[in-house]
């Protein structure tokens, strides 16, 4: 049997992070989404699928170990519910012991689908997904929680946490450094500490929390309830977070409940407010509007390749999207739209050719490269009106 993760048709509302990535890439705890399925039920074939094409063939490109779609019995999951591994094992349990087709509801959406027929494709996969006929199947409830938007994933870091750490195995550990001075405080949750980090003397490490691949922690560093993807370089204070990965924020400042894609740089002093002075609800700006969150903690979303400089100030629920440079003495808008240049003197675009150029010099100080899939993508949102 095989585990088919699509997208949601309202992906484009995880903005900025969707601006470049899949929704199973989202990370919540020491794994993506698909990470997870794939380490959750390893018995079956775990692919991926989207009706947006190009953003899938660039997703197998940096993940070339991505299997293909096979004829097999598929279960359909979309792939922004985040599932405990128990969950997944009973959902892939119960497709294997079935011969009829079955319907996956989750908080009342409908969120999967068994088909024991093997689809022809993965579109027509997706297609049975958005026409099932509760009438026809037998229908199941699953626990987990559907991200619709990106601060929903911050609500879950907790239980993410807690599922990944009996996920991990002793390769995920080999070759940390932990000085002796760090101080790991697991009395509110787990930490997570993954093979080749570093953790500079003197740093406070407060579960539920993960310090990724080869990340490094440095000197008197801060992070309480907080997830940091692989590759990355910070210090300072860190809160209720996320950074995806490949990501520096590697000098003192406070970065509270907010998400970082990959290959951002937030400069020295850079500061986030992540609760309003009323205490009352934070309304976030996005492209297509203004959307209360319902919630009066959020700080700041940014999207791959943006920076800031140094002693830059973000408000409560300030949005960047990608190759975004905010360099302000002043705080910036609230909704900074890609490929953006923002100073004191105007908000002007940024060259498409220098912010391609810019980027493959930053990707190739970590070995990794621009391809060219990838730069007809960042062309194509660059043409977007939702960039």
């Given at each position: 049997?095989?585990?088919?993760?699509?997208?949601?048709?309202?992906?484009?509302?995880?903005?900025?992070?969707?601006?470049?990535?899949?929704?199973?890439?989202?990370?919540?705890?020491?794994?993506?989404?698909?990470?997870?399925?794939?380490?959750?039920?390893?018995?079956?074939?775990?692919?991926?699928?989207?009706?947006?094409?190009?953003?899938?063939?660039?997703?197998?490109?940096?993940?070339?170990?991505?299997?293909?779609?096979?004829?097999?019995?598929?279960?359909?999951?979309?792939?922004?519910?985040?599932?405990?591994?128990?969950?997944?094992?009973?959902?892939?349990?119960?497709?294997?012991?079935?011969?009829?087709?079955?319907?996956?509801?989750?908080?009342?959406?409908?969120?999967?689908?068994?088909?024991?027929?093997?689809?022809?494709?993965?579109?027509?996969?997706?297609?049975?997904?958005?026409?099932?006929?509760?009438?026809?199947?037998?229908?199941?409830?699953?626990?987990?929680?559907?991200?619709?938007?990106?601060?929903?994933?911050?609500?879950?870091?907790?239980?993410?946490?807690?599922?990944?750490?009996?996920?991990?195995?002793?390769?995920?550990?080999?070759?940390?450094?932990?000085?002796?001075?760090?101080?790991?405080?697991?009395?509110?949750?787990?930490?997570?500490?993954?093979?080749?980090?570093?953790?500079?003397?003197?740093?406070?490490?407060?579960?539920?929390?993960?310090?990724?691949?080869?990340?490094?922690?440095?000197?008197?560093?801060?992070?309480t309830e907080s997830v940091i993807g692989p590759v990355c370089k910070v210090a300072g204070e860190i809160e209720h977070s996320i950074i995806q990965g490949y990501s520096n924020k590697q000098h003192d400042g406070f970065l509270?409940?907010?998400?970082?894609?990959?290959?951002?740089?937030?400069?020295?002093?850079?500061?986030?407010?992540?609760?309003?002075?009323?205490?009352?609800?934070?309304?976030?700006?996005?492209?297509?509007?203004?959307?209360?969150?319902?919630?009066?903690?959020?700080?700041?979303?940014?999207?791959?390749?943006?920076?800031?400089?140094?002693?830059?100030?973000?408000?409560?629920?300030?949005?960047?999207?990608?190759?975004?440079?905010?360099?302000?003495?002043?705080?910036?808008?609230?909704?900074?739209?890609?490929?953006?240049?923002?100073?004191?003197?105007?908000?002007?675009?940024?060259?498409?050719?220098?912010?391609?150029?810019?980027a493959r010099l930053v990707m190739g100080k970590r070995d990794a490269e621009l391809s060219q899939t990838a730069e007809e993508l960042l062309l194509l949102i660059n043409q977007s009106d939702l960039r």
């Amino acid at each position: 049997m095989q585990v088919l993760l699509i997208e949601h048709e309202g992906v484009e509302g995880l903005y900025p992070f969707s601006i470049t990535h899949c929704s199973w890439e989202l990370r919540c705890g020491a794994f993506t989404i698909v990470e997870r399925w794939t380490k959750s039920v390893p018995d079956c074939v775990v692919t991926v699928a989207s009706h947006r094409d190009l953003h899938v063939r660039e997703y197998v490109e940096r993940n070339q170990q991505t299997p293909s779609f096979v004829l097999e019995p598929t279960l359909i999951m979309t792939a922004n519910v985040l599932m405990s591994p128990t969950v997944m094992q009973q959902v892939v349990d119960t497709c294997m012991h079935s011969t009829d087709p079955i319907a996956f509801f989750c908080s009342g959406h409908p969120v999967g689908a068994f088909l024991p027929k093997p689809p022809a494709s993965p579109s027509e996969a997706a297609q049975y997904l958005d026409t099932i006929d509760v009438n026809t199947c037998r229908t199941i409830d699953v626990t987990g929680h559907i991200i619709s938007r990106l601060w929903h994933a911050l609500d879950h870091i907790g239980d993410a946490v807690s599922w990944d750490a009996n996920l991990v195995d002793e390769d995920d550990f080999t070759g940390s450094s932990i000085h002796d001075t760090c101080v790991i405080d697991e009395s509110g949750g787990q930490v997570i500490i993954m093979s080749g980090a570093q953790i500079g003397p003197h740093s406070v490490i407060t579960g539920p929390s993960v310090i990724g691949r080869n990340t490094l922690v440095k000197a008197h560093a801060s992070i309480t309830e907080s997830v940091i993807g692989p590759v990355c370089k910070v210090a300072g204070e860190i809160e209720h977070s996320i950074i995806q990965g490949y990501s520096n924020k590697q000098h003192d400042g406070f970065l509270g409940h907010s998400y970082l894609g990959h290959w951002v740089n937030l400069g020295a002093g850079t500061i986030t407010s992540d609760l309003k002075n009323t205490y009352g609800h934070i309304r976030i700006q996005l492209p297509w509007g203004e959307e209360d969150t319902q919630r009066i903690m959020i700080g700041l979303l940014m999207g791959d390749h943006s920076k800031s400089a140094i002693g830059t100030k973000f408000s409560t629920g300030t949005v960047c999207g990608i190759f975004c440079n905010v360099v302000l003495s002043e705080f910036p808008d609230k909704l900074i739209r890609s490929y953006s240049w923002a100073d004191d003197k105007a908000t002007t675009a940024y060259e498409f050719k220098k912010a391609i150029e810019v980027a493959r010099l930053v990707m190739g100080k970590r070995d990794a490269e621009l391809s060219q899939t990838a730069e007809e993508l960042l062309l194509l949102i660059n043409q977007s009106d939702l960039r």
